[in-house]
Each structure stands twice: as C-alpha cells, then as structure tokens.
C-alpha cells in the first residue's frame, strides 16, 4: 500500500525556518517524480514545488521561490523541504504527493499532511 | 501564477448530475491536456479523480468524468451520492513548467 507521511511542522516565529519531511513506503521513491502542496486555513490548495527522480530538475512556485528549498534523499528514502523566511503567509497545512509515472504531472497520492504555523 | 477559476459551490440531490468547471487561459488549461482533478474531505489526503483531463484513476468510480473545451475544463459527477460531498479542485500544468490549482468548488449534496 502506497503511504507518505510529512512531518517537521510546528509552531515557528516570523523570519525563522523549519524543514519538513516526507517518508514514503509501498512504492520504489527512486522512481517518481514528487511535489509539496499547501493548504492555508480556510483556502484552497496550492502548489508548491516539485523535484524530478534524482533531484537533478526542482521547479518552485514564485511565492517560495528564493525561499524554500526541494531535495530527496533516495537512499534514505525521504523527501524534504527547506523553508528559510518564513512569514505569516506561509501557514499552512504542508502536503507531500507523488507524480504519476511516465512523466505525467498528476499528483496520485497525498500525504495527511503537516501543519506549519507562522506567528510571534 | 493566478488560481484557475472555480465556482465556490454546487449543489444536487441525490442520484442528479452536476458539473464543475474550472477556467485558466492558453498558458495552462488550454495549452496542454495536463488537467487534473481532485477530491478532497477536509482533514484527508486529497484523491486524484481525473487526470489528462478524461481518463480516471484505477478505483475511481466512472460517475466521475472530464472533458475540456478552449481554456475550461469541466468535472461531471454523475448520480450524485452523499459520499461525493467534498471539495473538488482542479489543477493544470503551465507552459512554465508550474502547476496551477484552481479556487476550489465544495459540492453540497442536498
């Protein structure tokens, strides 16, 4: 069974930074492209970053561009995000999901989530 | 990047269809067929329903269906059940290699 769990959210003060996790089972990770998609209180779903199989290609929405930082470690099977400046717009509920295989962008499976809060 | 544009609601009763569309531009919804859309109860992991625009997930119920027309992208849940009572969202790929989700429709079964 596929599963991705995402952890390392908490409470942190503007300014400061947090690194997230996402640990994936079920499935070879080496083999799939992977994303991080946000979710604020009461709005919709927003997209992140994604990084390709090796970690080689990273693409970033412009919000966290500069800002937020996508890498993999394939042998230890984990997928991470950086957060550096964090600001009150960055609250969120953090998503990890994998890409379809064969190129295809679709997200096929999501994480539960984790919960960064941003505020002093 | 601007959001694509959902309606905030839809409603039916039971056993209705309804239909959700989603509207971007050229640079996203109508330059490729990289469309998705996605099922999401508040508190769980959102579920892939359509992707490519109209082909569905193993396990995805076929009441499901999309289509696409110039830059909308629609969603159709066919005989609707009080389970489909969700948020759905849809989501494109941009010709800058981003992604794009839309504003969100919370589908109300009455």
């Known amino acids: 069974e596929v599963q991705l769990v995402e952890s390392g959210g908490g409470l942190v003060q503007p300014g400061g930074s947090l690194r997230l996790s996402c640990a994936p089972s079920?499935?070879?990770?080496?083999?799939?492209?992977m994303h991080w998609v946000r979710q604020a209180p009461g709005k919709g779903l927003v997209w992140v970053s994604r990084i390709n199989t090796d970690g080689s290609t990273t693409t970033y929405a412009d919000s966290v561009k500069g800002r937020f930082t996508i890498s993999r470690d394939n042998a230890k099977n984990t997928l991470y995000l950086q957060m550096n400046s964090l600001t009150v717009e960055d609250t969120a509920v953090y998503y990890c999901?994998?890409?379809?295989?064969?190129?295809?962008?679709?997200?096929?499976?999501w994480g539960q989530g984790t919960l960064v809060t941003v505020s002093s | 990047q601007s959001a694509l544009t959902q309606p905030a609601s839809v409603s039916g009763s039971p056993g209705q269809s309804i239909t959700i569309s989603c509207t971007g531009t050229?640079?996203?919804?109508?330059?490729?067929?990289?469309v998705s859309w996605y099922q999401h109860h508040p508190g769980k992991a959102p579920q892939l329903m359509i992707y490519d625009v109209t082909s569905r997930p193993s396990g995805v119920s076929n009441r499901f269906s999309g289509s696409k027309s110039g830059n909308t992208a629609s969603l159709t849940i066919s005989g609707l059940q009080a389970e489909d009572e969700a948020d759905y969202y849809c989501?494109?790929?941009?010709?800058?290699?981003?992604?794009?989700f839309g504003t969100g429709t919370k589908v109300t079964v009455l």
């Open positions: 050229s640079s996203d919804v109508g330059g490729h067929n990289y």
């Open positions: 079920g499935f070879t990770f080496s083999s799939y492209w």
């Open positions: 999901a994998r890409a379809m295989l064969a190129g295809n962008p679709a997200q096929d499976y």
């Open positions: 989501s494109s790929f941009t010709i800058r290699s981003t992604y794009v």
